[in-house]
């Protein structure tokens, strides 16, 4: 069964200082990594994903398949990056097509 | 203006009654999902569809009903058997059931009273 764990319910920084938000996963083929976003009262939406390799609002995220890792990071974290953020996993076997979502981290930056 | 439309977006239900929430997207999606979202607990898959009459129990169907008559349109009946009180119930949809990308709704709270 594949399954995703964001061990950090909440997540606390300063503005400027570097973050982190940690996924990890279970899947024993080769899983697509996705990470998604939720501002307040606005509509949870993707972020970015690995396949893309691309680097959005100043985030990236690298696929480790040794420790099977999609950590979310950003440089400098900045008030408007406050949100809940989801890390997801596409494979194949698992219910939904595969999709599945950790349980979140909220993300709060402090001024 | 192409999106996702969840209604109501509050919507409140006396024990043993049913009621039901509507989802339209006018993306031209194929594939249409409900979860739930509840603190801690993350986003859990309730049904979805990837063709219209068709559709799929997901993580947590007990308790729940779908229809998927025209693509644009996925209904979720909350029926009497689902016993939690107040809960999001989040909408969403994508090109085709292999795709990465959802697109969400705003979401519907419902409340039991």
């Known amino acids: 069964a594949q399954r995703v764990t964001q061990p950090e319910k909440l997540l606390s920084v300063f503005k400027g200082a570097p973050v982190e938000l940690k996924c990890n996963y279970s899947y024993s083929g080769s899983p697509e990594l996705f990470w998604y976003v939720q501002y307040s009262r606005q509509r949870l939406q993707l972020l970015l994903r690995?396949?893309?390799?691309?680097s959005i609002k100043g985030f990236t995220a690298d696929l480790n398949k040794g420790e099977t890792s999609f950590h979310l990071k950003k440089p400098f974290a900045q008030e408007e990056d406050s949100a809940m953020y989801y890390c997801?996993?596409?494979?194949w076997g698992g219910g939904a097509d595969g999709l599945t979502f950790g349980k979140g981290t909220h993300l709060i930056i402090q001024p | 203006d192409g999106g996702i439309t969840q209604s109501p977006k509050y919507l409140f239900r006396k024990e043993g009654q049913n009621v039901t929430l509507s989802c339209e997207q006018n993306?031209?999606?194929?594939?249409m999902y409900w979860y739930r979202q509840d603190p801690g607990q993350g986003l859990r898959l309730i049904y979805y569809?990837?063709?219209?009459?068709?559709?799929q129990k997901g993580d947590i169907a007990e308790g729940y009903s779908v229809s998927r008559e025209k693509k644009e349109s996925f209904p979720l009946t909350v029926t009497s058997a689902q016993k939690n009180p107040t809960t999001f119930y989040l909408c969403?949809?994508?090109?085709?059931?292999?795709?990465?990308?959802?697109?969400f709704g705003e979401g519907s709270r419902l409340t039991v009273l």
């Open positions: 690995h396949i893309s390799r691309e």
């Open positions: 569809s990837q063709i219209v009459n068709d559709f």
């Open positions: 969403a949809s994508t090109y085709s059931g292999l795709a990465g990308e959802l697109f």
């Open positions: 997801a996993l596409r494979g």
């Open positions: 993306l031209n999606h194929d594939a």
